[in-house]
């Protein structure tokens, strides 16, 4: 089993949809959690991180369920420029080294 | 803001030399990474270095070496280029610690012909 699984997608949705990616992650040790978004051909940049109790930035919401080993990202209202692959990353315990999923590609289209 | 700067954006190199990539970070954070990124296997870790002089094997250490001489550069060495090591290659740094997110470098997307 991967330590960090995502639907690899594609997402097609319009724009000013509401949409949600989920991940898992195996190992309940995990203690911190982040979403990264990634667009064509360039580096991967911070997007949020994941907070326990949840956390919302503008138009993003980043859900935490450790019970269930999962993590959630909403995006309202999508823009075009919400187009790119997002990657869940968990910190499965040893410090600083952070695991990668292979992300979620989200394309939004007029 | 942290910027972390490789030292090519695009790279061709033959089979069999030995290639150098580069990575400096201006905001005096304790961890570099290396990875490398291909289409369907997401990032894997080749190598990172907590500390001056230290380094640790990552997840694919084979057919590379790394060298971390001064805290901001931490360089990436293919002893003997493969063309299965054509790929986009990413150097990233963070603060020590559980709770840091990376700061990744714009990328070498390196092609072995």
């Known amino acids: 089993r991967k330590e960090v699984e995502q639907d690899p997608g594609p997402f097609n949705v319009p724009e000013g949809a509401t949409v949600a990616f989920n991940c898992t992650y195996s190992?309940?040790?995990?203690?911190?959690f982040f979403w990264y978004r990634q667009d064509c051909r360039k580096e991967p940049k911070l997007l949020m991180s994941?907070?326990?109790s949840g956390n919302e930035d503008g138009r993003f919401t980043a859900q935490l369920n450790r019970a269930s080993q999962y993590i959630s990202l909403l995006i309202r209202d999508s823009k075009l420029s919400d187009s790119a692959t997002y990657l869940c990353?968990?910190?499965?315990?040893?410090?600083?080294?952070?695991?990668f999923g292979t992300g979620t590609r989200l394309q939004v289209t007029l | 803001d942290v910027k972390v700067t490789q030292s090519s954006r695009y790279l061709v190199k033959r089979t069999g030399e030995k290639v150098f990539l580069e990575c400096v970070q201006d905001?005096?954070?304790?961890?570099m990474f290396w990875y490398r990124q291909d289409p369907g296997l997401g990032l894997r870790l080749i190598y990172f270095?907590?500390?001056?002089?230290m380094k640790e094997k990552g997840d694919i250490p084979e057919g590379y070496s790394v060298s971390r001489e001064k805290k901001e550069r931490f360089s990436l060495i293919l002893e003997s280029a493969s063309t299965n090591q054509t790929s986009m290659y990413l150097c990233?740094?963070?603060?020590w610690g559980v709770g840091y997110g990376y700061t990744f470098g714009s990328g070498t997307r390196l092609t072995v012909v």
């Open positions: 270095s907590y500390d001056v002089k």
């Open positions: 905001m005096d954070h304790e961890n």
């Open positions: 994941v907070y326990s």
């Open positions: 190992n309940s040790a995990s203690q911190s």
């Open positions: 990233a740094s963070s603060l």
């Open positions: 990353v968990v910190n499965i315990g040893t410090a600083s080294k952070l695991t």
